[in-house]
């Protein structure tokens, strides 16, 4: 029998979920909730995302709706990512946490890298790094961060340099956007290697970054114009593992991730309108999605939560741990 793609990776799955940034998800204590049950109920990971300040006009194309433009009220803002990462890993004792997606080219990567250092450190080596080059050009020009048309090279840069500070004592540094001295930088991340770097995207440059510079590819899928349902998603893999290969990289060791919608409905229910979305179904129905990206190479899910209140996500996480999970995966010891 054929081995199908992906089948060397088939090893036991993890499944995390993301944290609202915004909407009735996005509180404090909500997500101090949220995360402590995910600890609890063994969950691989959390993730939460990024953004600065929000301009008050937005012309910027958005790439996750099918017109281009925001929608929702933007107006409650974001709480910075990097110190939240720090308090829900105060919060917590297993779980992993991780931006998804941090904008790389929004803050100092020296600073930055030092602060992920940190945080490593004092969580036990549970921190994941989700990079992303960013789409909106006025929070760039807000922040005055490096120009907007730069931003997937000196993401590129960044990542290299914040690498060669959780790996070199001292570290020295000479790219086209950033030089530094040799400097001490201690102390350097718990895991080997350094912080993992998950890239964003599954645009030709965003499969480009992922395959060449990434330890895994953690792309949104299910909103259009990127669906990424199988077929595409089968494609875009094979995109990330040939640039790895022209890069001198193991394609298999780069995780692919894939970040999805999840709904649980109960048995016998059916779908609004008689066809059913890809993640959005029975615990059986969301097995066989999974096990069908599980053949394409996906080893770790990150959930949305499709809960619209604190009493309905915390029951998501309890149906999926309890009659999804142990289908397809050994919980860890």
Request: charged share 25%; net charge positive.
């Amino acid at each position: 029998m054929t081995r199908p793609e992906g089948a060397s990776n088939m090893a036991p799955m993890q499944f995390g979920f993301a944290l609202q940034g915004r909407g009735p998800l996005s509180k404090p204590d909500i997500l101090f909730r949220l995360v402590q049950k995910g600890d609890t109920l063994r969950y691989a990971s959390a993730f939460v995302t990024d953004h600065v300040v929000i301009p008050v006009e937005i012309d910027s194309a958005y790439p996750y709706s099918a017109n281009g433009r925001v929608g929702g009220d933007w107006k409650e803002g974001y709480l910075e990512p990097l110190p939240l990462m720090a308090h829900l890993a105060a919060l917590t004792k297993r779980i992993r946490i991780g931006t998804s997606v941090l904008i790389i080219p929004y803050r100092n990567p020296v600073v930055t890298a030092k602060m992920l250092a940190t945080m490593d450190v004092l969580s036990g080596g549970r921190i994941i790094l989700g990079a992303g080059v960013g789409w909106m050009e006025e929070e760039f020009q807000a922040l005055t961060a490096p120009a907007y048309k730069e931003r997937g090279r000196v993401t590129d840069e960044f990542i290299r340099l914040m690498r060669e500070i959780w790996q070199r004592e001292p570290v020295d540094f000479k790219g086209q956007y950033y030089s530094l001295k040799p400097v001490s930088a201690l102390p350097k991340p718990l895991q080997k290697g350094g912080i993992p770097v998950w890239t964003g995207g599954h645009t030709d440059a965003a499969l480009r970054r992922a395959g060449q510079v990434a330890d895994g590819w953690h792309p949104i899928g299910l909103r259009p114009p990127g669906l990424l349902e199988p077929d595409e998603y089968r494609q875009k893999v094979a995109i990330v593992r040939d640039w790895a290969r022209k890069a001198g990289r193991d394609p298999q060791a780069i995780t692919m991730s894939f970040r999805v919608p999840l709904e649980l409905r109960p048995r016998g229910a059916k779908a609004a309108g008689g066809d059913r979305t890809l993640f959005r179904g029975t615990a059986a129905e969301v097995v066989e999605d999974i096990r069908t990206y599980q053949r394409l190479g996906v080893t770790h899910f990150v959930w949305d939560l499709t809960a619209t209140d604190l009493k309905g996500a915390l029951a998501l996480l309890d149906h999926f741990a309890a009659d999804v999970r142990p289908k397809v995966q050994r919980l860890p010891r």
